[in-house]
Nanobody, 124 residues
Framework: QVQLVESGGGLVQAGGSLRLSCAASGVTLSRYAMGWFRQAPGKEREFVVTINRSGGSTYYADSVKGRFTISRDNAKNTVYLQMNSLKPEDTAVYYC?????????????????WGQGTQVTVSS
């Protein structure tokens, strides 16, 4: 059974930092591009960032570029999202997702497996 489990969310003040982790089981993570998405109450799930299978290429949403950094450790079967300079508008449930396709994906519909999400709340 494929499982993606996010952790590391929490409450942080504006300007602070959090590091999210996504631990995979039931799959070999190196076979998948990985993405982070987020969803705030009443809003659509939106793309945050994706990283290719080897970790050599990344693509960020404009809203987080320069503040967030994605990385992966295939030996540990884990993907990370370092979030710095957090803003209240970053408040959302953050989801980790795995993509078996060969084309970089920014649409949630392109991803095959999803975690249950971890809540990130940024206070003013």
């Amino acid at each position: 059974q494929v499982q993606l489990v996010e952790s590391g969310g929490g409450l942080v003040q504006a300007g602070g930092s959090l590091r999210l982790s996504c631990a995979a089981s039931g799959v070999t993570l190196s076979r998948y591009a990985m993405g982070w998405f987020r969803q705030a109450p009443g809003k659509e799930r939106e793309f945050v960032v994706t990283i290719n299978r080897s970790g050599g290429s990344t693509y960020y949403a404009d809203s987080v570029k320069g503040r967030f950094t994605i990385s992966r450790d295939n030996a540990k079967n884990t993907v990370y999202l370092q979030m710095n300079s957090l803003k209240p508008e970053d408040t959302a449930v953050y989801y980790c997702a795995a993509d078996s396709g060969l084309v970089i994906g920014i649409s949630a519909r392109q991803y095959d497996y999803w975690g249950q999400g971890t809540q990130v709340t940024v206070s003013s």
